[in-house]
């Protein structure tokens, strides 16, 4: 294996606003294949703005970052990035109000090549991994908020990706509830030998990840 | 789960909206429908009329709002060696009472055009007495029979037959010595057109040689006459071309009030579900496949719209064509082609409504979208 980490980043700056804001300040951070890692800080730290360039949900203002060595800005397609390499989950979970459970898990698969039976089984499969083969013909308004968030955890691991990015997934949940999500997350980090991101500002989830980088001011400060 | 499903579904989210924007797209539709079918029915029948009395050319004047042509070219055009007969011809519409109108078809008692009619009742006209015959619709919308008699604008007329033509331009009409036409007209001299039949094209000569030949020979012949064949002459008369106008300029002012409907829902929606569309995105729909669920929404409107108005416009059509006031001068069929052209428009209005929206939603910063409230 290439001791290349799945993601690199260098220097990062985010600034918003003309100039105003500056959200990050210079971060590097390195991210070994495989490592469940928690980003914590407080609000305006700068860690969901992280998060979106690891995911290459947005571009960095200066900075690079690297997956697998090559840089998101020009070696990539940053929507086959999202689509095949990444899977998203958010403290909102985000799911789509008028489609059932299963349909909310397939949504990102419609960017493959699988066929409607191998879309749907594969949707029943990743339901039955998050443990809500029960809740099928429900909508996400019909669902308590450890079950949407369950659901959007199986529609990150729609494609199959090697990396799960998290903002606040536990944000919106009760202890319990954050609990059993963290529980399934280090499952399913360890089943598939993912690589986790989560961004947090809860200390308990903080310390439930290998490793645990602390953001301030828009810098990792440790 | 296809594309096409979760466009159904979006749209099916929103139903008093969704129901009036198809209203609003249907109303344009069946606008073209009736209206646009009708003067296509309309165009249908002058060729009927043409075909069953055998008319090759129709000979006007060469002016855009071909008037009337002076009654003595007639020796000459019958002096040319391919035409058989010219008969000359005096068409009108008239208030026959305040809500029954028809066209008069003034012809000479001889022409070639009164051998197919088939007299149901009484008799032809003859020479140039004052007597109508009436088609056989007509003269039931009338209550008239044979040897009643009937005002035309002012002037009274005998029934003196009742007949059934080859189109419903004759069967809804009346005719009559040209003469007494010319005297209610005021178009003493004056011809509507000369239809003219040819004699067969010479072997070895194709027809449509010959036609245009014998087209070339009369226009030298008479430098201010223009000779039409009569599948042109039915498409392009003024009537035709008037019904046309008219169906057309008012089935597309429906149609853009409709299109300005489903711009307005797909601008409302793609702004209502900014977040969604956030999170496809994030998800990692391309802007192609955001730009294709919103156009498919759009076009699912088009055609519900389309096919709501296909039945309306079938309706009005039938409305439509037993007026009175319409003469009986269309049937209510809608052909398939016209049927096919409605929902076409109505699919292409719904893409056409949907791009702008569908542009502004693929252009959604994921980050952007996913943080509107």
Redesign the interface.
Same mark, same amino acid.
């Given at each position: 294996m290439s001791d290349e980490p799945i993601l690199r980043v260098q220097n990062l700056t985010k600034k918003y606003d003309e100039g105003r804001i500056q959200a990050l300040r210079g971060v590097d951070l390195q991210i070994p294949q495989g490592e469940f890692l928690t980003i914590s800080g407080p609000s305006g730290s700068g860690k969901s703005t992280l998060l979106?360039l690891l995911?290459g949900?947005?571009e960095p203002s200066s900075g690079e970052v690297f997956y697998r060595g090559a840089n998101l800005a020009g070696a990539f397609d940053l929507?086959?990035? !999202?689509? !095949?390499r990444?899977g998203?989950i958010?403290q909102a979970f985000?799911l789509?109000p008028?489609?059932r459970v299963?349909?909310n898990v397939?949504?990102?698969m419609?960017?493959g090549p699988l066929s409607?039976r191998e !879309?749907?089984r594969r949707a029943e499969a990743l339901l039955e991994e998050v443990g809500m083969t029960h809740r099928t013909r429900q909508y996400p308004n019909q669902l308590s908020a450890g079950e949407r968030q369950r659901v959007a955890i199986a529609?990150s691991l729609a494609?199959d990706p090697e990396i799960l990015l998290g903002d606040e997934p536990t944000g919106n949940l009760d202890s319990e509830n954050s609990a059993r999500i963290m529980a399934l997350l280090s499952g399913i980090q360890s089943r598939r030998s993912l690589t986790i991101v989560l961004v947090t500002h809860e200390a308990e989830v903080a310390r439930m990840g290998h490793r645990n980088v602390h953001m301030l001011d828009g810098r990792v400060v440790g | 789960m296809a594309l096409v499903r979760i466009a159904l579904i979006n749209i099916s989210r929103r139903r008093l909206r969704t129901s009036l924007t198809v209203c609003g797209i249907a109303v344009g539709i069946a606008a073209f429908v009736a209206l646009v079918g009708f003067s296509k029915s309309f165009e249908r029948e002058w060729l009927k009329l043409y075909q069953s009395g055998g008319t090759d050319l129709a000979v006007v004047q060469k002016t855009f709002l071909n008037t009337s042509v002076d009654e003595r070219v007639g020796d000459r055009i019958r002096a040319l060696a391919a035409v058989a007969e010219a008969s000359p011809v005096v068409v009108n519409l008239m208030d026959l009472t305040p809500d029954v109108n028809a066209l008069v078809f003034g012809l000479p008692e001889d022409s070639f055009e009164m051998a197919p009619l088939r007299i149901l009742e009484g008799r032809k006209f003859r020479g140039e007495e004052a007597e109508a015959m009436l088609g056989e619709v007509l003269a039931g919308n009338l209550g008239k029979k044979a040897g009643d008699m009937m005002e035309i604008q002012g002037a009274h007329f005998r029934v003196v037959g009742v007949f059934r033509g080859g189109s419903a331009l004759e069967t809804g009409g009346v005719m009559m010595p040209i003469g007494q036409l010319q005297n209610l007209a005021e178009m003493q001299g004056k011809v509507t057109a000369f239809h003219v039949r040819l004699r067969p094209a010479p072997s070895g000569q194709s027809e449509e040689e010959y036609l245009r030949q014998a087209r070339a020979a009369i226009e030298a012949a008479e430098p201010g006459l223009k000779a039409v064949p009569a599948g042109e002459r039915a498409h392009n008369n003024q009537l035709v071309s008037l019904a046309r106008s008219i169906a057309w300029g008012t089935s597309l002012i429906a149609l853009l009030a409709g299109a300005l409907g489903i711009a307005n829902t797909m601008a409302m929606a793609v702004f209502e579900r900014t977040r969604e569309i956030g999170i496809l995105r994030a998800l990692g729909w391309r802007r192609w496949r955001v730009i294709l669920l919103i156009e498919l929404e759009a076009a699912a409107l088009g055609s519900i719209g389309g096919m709501v108005g296909l039945i309306g416009g079938w309706g009005a059509l039938r409305g439509l064509a037993s007026l009175p006031m319409t003469a009986n001068i269309g049937d209510a069929s809608i052909s398939w082609p016209h049927a096919g052209q409605a929902l076409a428009m109505a699919i292409a209005i719904g893409l056409a409504a949907g791009a702008l929206p569908a542009w502004r939603a693929a252009r959604l910063s994921p980050v952007e979208a996913l943080r509107h409230e």
């Open positions: 979106q995911g949900l947005d929507d086959a990035y !999202r689509s !095949r990444v998203f958010f985000h789509l008028a489609l299963p349909d397939q949504i990102p419609l960017e409607a !879309r749907s529609r494609n | -």
